[in-house]
């Protein structure tokens, strides 16, 4: 079974451009999260979605969004990039939204901005 | 207070030592607990759940008391490969639905030989 495969792996920017992070969950699986880890921190959640819907969002400003997909997909998009966004960006799925389902991560997107 | 805290670390044992991590959650209403493992530079890969009565998983033990709102985990005979970061994990079910799960800063472990 394939887990959960992000795109690209390493992404270069400059500031105020924009980034397209993509995602694919394990087959079956209908949430999708998207975390930031930036060098040395912790992961911090950004968003979720399940079904299409965008379930929850972290604390992050509104240039961070997203989309899911109908078959489950989905996207992180980043507009007017600072250099603190650089950071690895991991996507994770769920089996469902019971209390009970751990998270399968990818091998994350490495994002830098020069 | 924190949401998940744990003790950053690092712990540096020699292979074979015994070594505990500890972690505590904030939110009583938090239903369901993991541990995961990170290598450096890698994705959080799952390590175990952990249940209320505790569970093993060969040199793992994870442990859950939910009065004192903490969480343990039990590494025995403790091999190079172990050493890592490792995450404390938690859940919560909130009146509006699922919330998703709460990393905790992880607790870094360097089995040296």
């Known amino acids: 079974e394939a887990g959960v495969t992000q795109s690209p792996t390493h992404l270069i920017k400059t500031r105020g451009q924009q980034a397209t992070l993509r995602c694919s969950p394990i087959?079956?699986?209908?949430?999708v999260y998207w975390y930031q880890q930036a060098l040395g921190l912790g992961l911090q959640f950004l968003l979720w979605y399940d079904e299409g819907e965008e379930r929850n969002r972290g604390n992050f400003p509104p240039r961070f969004s997203g989309r899911q997909f109908p078959n489950y997909s989905s996207e992180l998009n980043v507009n007017a990039l600072e250099l603190e966004d650089s950071a690895l960006y991991l996507c994770a799925s769920s089996g469902g939204t019971g209390a009970n389902q751990p998270q399968h991560f990818g091998d994350g997107t490495r994002l830098s901005i020069l | 207070r924190k949401e998940v805290e744990q003790d950053p670390g690092p712990f540096n044992v020699p292979e074979g030592a015994t070594v505990a991590f500890n972690c505590t959650y904030s939110?009583?209403?938090?239903?369901?607990f993991f541990w995961y493992r990170q290598d450096c530079r890698k994705e959080p890969k799952l390590l175990m759940s952990?249940?209320?009565s505790g569970n093993e998983d060969g040199r793992f033990t994870a442990q859950l008391n939910r009065a004192s709102q903490y969480i343990s985990l039990l590494i025995r005979d403790s091999k190079l490969s172990d050493s890592a970061t490792y995450l404390c994990?938690?859940?919560?079910?909130?009146?509006?639905?699922?919330?998703?799960?709460?990393f905790g800063k992880g607790t870094r472990l360097s089995v040296i030989a």
């Open positions: 087959s079956g699986h209908t949430s």
């Open positions: 939110n009583s209403a938090s239903q369901s």
């Open positions: 994990v938690v859940n919560s079910l909130m009146n509006s639905g699922n919330t998703p799960l709460v």
């Open positions: 952990v249940y209320s």
